[in-house]
């Protein structure tokens, strides 16, 4: 029978991790309330006789010292501490003090431009990226981290043999999350983020250093941007590729930029969203892919959410008609990061077919 609690025991806790680690994971990263497993929270504190896991979830999500420093929305803090206390309070267990002067703390915070994204990897090191509050801001898309770069992420570091030793040119890097990743868990040997939106590049860089990663000296002077650097330096054992970041606009691409990024692989995360940004990226791609040097072939990766069937298969017309190879390929197997996997994400290798 004590055998049989013990093994009992072993499940509760280990399911109470889980929740735990459900939670923090979700929380970091500013999941929508409806993906949070509260239906599993309340089910556990209607039979607990305390508020011992919830005062759990709240140290290890809004009272965590990830959260002082780099925090999620003011907005997104209300919510989630709002959801907590609802199903605390139906509950029988005494008020959970901690609860609402969490809340009081927030509320009378100023909600500023910027917040945080915390990912954390099966190492247990986190990616932070600084992102804005909107979803579109300042006439961009690229100062928020979109599921299929978290996708991405996943299968570039269950294939990191593909990027070891490997320069790597990324469009439309946004705020970095896919380059980020590859940098810190890959060991390519030069990797180039790329974007147009002047204020999307500027994020960009801050992202980069603050996650203990450095730019290449000719091509950008760390003067020009004040980032707070973990412990205040940048280890020299994590800058493990030459690392720059270059304003590109695809439909301004010269002969002389595609001789200077030519790379070995060329990847891009969730940039197929409008007819006209397809012809300019089909564009680009014929560039790089077939007026490159052609002793050095590159092979594109490309991840996108099907949002519009109809743009989708344009695309993919569009590489057909100038003679661009593509294939769909297996995503990744292994769950990283908390974005919704019914969302249809499919990844492309592309090619030029000689």
């Known amino acids: 029978m004590s055998g049989d609690c013990g093994a009992a025991g072993a499940v509760l806790r280990r399911r109470d991790r889980d929740l735990l680690l459900s939670f923090q994971h979700s929380f970091f990263t500013m999941r929508r309330m409806d993906s949070l497993p509260l239906a599993e929270l309340e089910e556990r504190l209607k039979n607990s006789k305390d508020s011992t896991l919830l005062q759990q979830i709240l140290q290890q999500t809004v009272l965590h010292p990830l959260c002082n420093k780099y925090p999620p929305s003011v907005k997104y803090r209300r919510l989630f501490l709002a959801e907590l206390i609802k199903k605390h309070e139906m509950t029988s267990t005494e008020p959970l003090d901690d609860l609402y002067d969490a809340l009081g703390e927030v509320l009378r915070s100023e909600e500023l431009k910027m917040c945080h994204k915390n990912y954390f990897l099966l190492s247990g090191e986190n990616i932070r990226l600084g992102e804005n509050v909107a979803i579109i801001s300042e006439g961009t898309t690229g100062l928020v981290t979109w599921e299929a770069a978290q996708f991405f992420a996943e299968w570039a570091m269950e294939n990191s043999e593909v990027f070891n030793c ?51 000296s000719e091509t950008w002077n760390p003067k020009d941007c004040e980032v707070e650097v973990e412990n205040n330096k940048v280890s020299e054992e994590n800058q493990r590729p030459k690392i720059t970041v270059v304003g590109l606009e695809w439909s301004e691409v010269t002969q002389e930029q595609v001789a200077e990024l030519q790379s070995d692989i060329i990847i891009a995360s969730d940039v197929i969203y409008d007819p006209e940004v397809v012809l300019c990226l089909v564009s680009v791609l014929e560039k790089f892919l077939i007026s490159g040097e052609k002793e050095r072939s590159s092979v594109v ?9 109809e743009t989708y298969h344009q695309f993919k017309m569009e590489l057909d008609r100038v003679g661009i190879g593509h294939q769909v390929i297996t995503g990744p197997t292994r769950k990283v990061f908390p974005y919704n996997r019914c969302t249809k994400i499919e990844l492309l290798k592309i090619h030029h077919e000689t």
């Open 166 to 216: 490997r320069t790597i040119l990324e469009l439309g890097s946004g705020i970095g999350l896919t380059g980020i990743t590859i940098c810190k868990t890959c060991a390519p040997k030069e990797y180039i983020f790329s974007d147009c939106h002047p204020n999307v590049l500027q994020q960009l860089r801050k992202n980069i250093l603050s996650n203990g990663l450095l730019l290449d």
């Open 301 to 309: 990766y490309l991840a996108s959410t099907i949002r519009n069937p």
